[in-house]
């Protein structure tokens, strides 16, 4: 079985700040994937970026960005020049590769970005 | 492209009684849906994985006789809850499944079930 840990409940910061949001995992698999949903006060919830453990390179979509340090499991989440509709609650989140398994989510770190 | 809806978006019963939740994949079919639970301020956690033509797999703790699940067809999935109690009332998330090489899940908007 494999978990997710989010150790940063809440974190705010001022409006075009860079923010950095923490997620380790542990696993005994190989191949898997790693995502980061957002989920605003409508709890829709919204793909960030996405990882996948056999590409070395670091995922960027935009000015969300991530850190994936395969060897430590640790999977960061970067928010660059953030803005006021980044408010929401981030979920780090775990699934294996090849197979059509749920995902494995983290508690959560609850963003404000503050005007 | 890949939008899942869900309907209802909320729903209030009383005690005892069953609601039914569907999940349908709008412009896609899904041969995997995956349901979710949401209590406030938590994580999602899985309940069940539906696949299309076959029993569903419950998570360790969810009861299966509480929970029915049934994906009949590619793009629709119902779970249903039976003799719902006050402690069944929570946020509750569906997901399909494309498929291809991502393994990504796209999410129902949710429904919200409060038990009188």
């Known amino acids: 079985a494999q978990t997710v840990t989010q150790s940063q409940p809440e974190m705010s910061v001022q409006e075009a700040e860079t923010v950095t949001l923490s997620c380790t995992y542990d696993?005994?698999?190989?191949?898997?994937?790693l995502f980061w949903y957002k989920q605003p006060p409508s709890r829709q919830m919204i793909l960030v970026i996405r990882?996948?453990?056999?590409?070395?390179q670091n995922a960027t979509e935009n000015r969300f960005s991530v850190n994936f340090q395969k060897a430590a499991k640790s999977f960061s989440l970067k928010i660059s020049d953030s803005q006021l509709g980044d408010t929401a609650m981030y979920f780090c989140?775990?699934?294996?590769?090849?197979?059509?398994?749920?995902?494995?989510f983290g508690k959560g770190t609850h963003l404000i970005i503050q005007p | 492209g890949a939008v899942v809806s869900q309907h209802p978006s909320w729903v209030i019963c009383k005690s005892g009684t069953s609601v039914k939740i569907e999940c349908r994949s709008l412009?896609?079919?899904?041969?995997?849906m995956f349901w979710y639970r949401q209590f406030p301020k938590q994580s999602l956690m899985l309940m069940a994985t539906?696949?299309?033509?076959?029993?569903?797999?419950?998570e360790q703790g969810v009861e299966k006789d509480k929970f029915l699940i049934n994906h009949a067809s590619l793009t629709l999935s119902t779970l249903t809850v039976t003799s719902a109690h006050p402690e069944d009332s929570s946020f509750y998330i569906c997901?399909?499944?494309?498929?291809?090489?991502?393994?990504?899940?796209?999410f129902g908007p949710g429904t919200r079930l409060t038990v009188l």
């Open positions: 997901s399909a499944q494309t498929g291809g090489n991502y393994n990504e899940q796209f």
């Open positions: 539906s696949n299309e033509g076959s029993k569903a797999t419950y």
């Open positions: 696993t005994s698999e190989n191949n898997y994937y």
């Open positions: 989140a775990f699934i294996p590769g090849g197979g059509a398994d749920g995902l494995t």
């Open positions: 412009d896609f079919q899904a041969t995997t």
């Open positions: 990882q996948e453990a056999y590409k070395q």
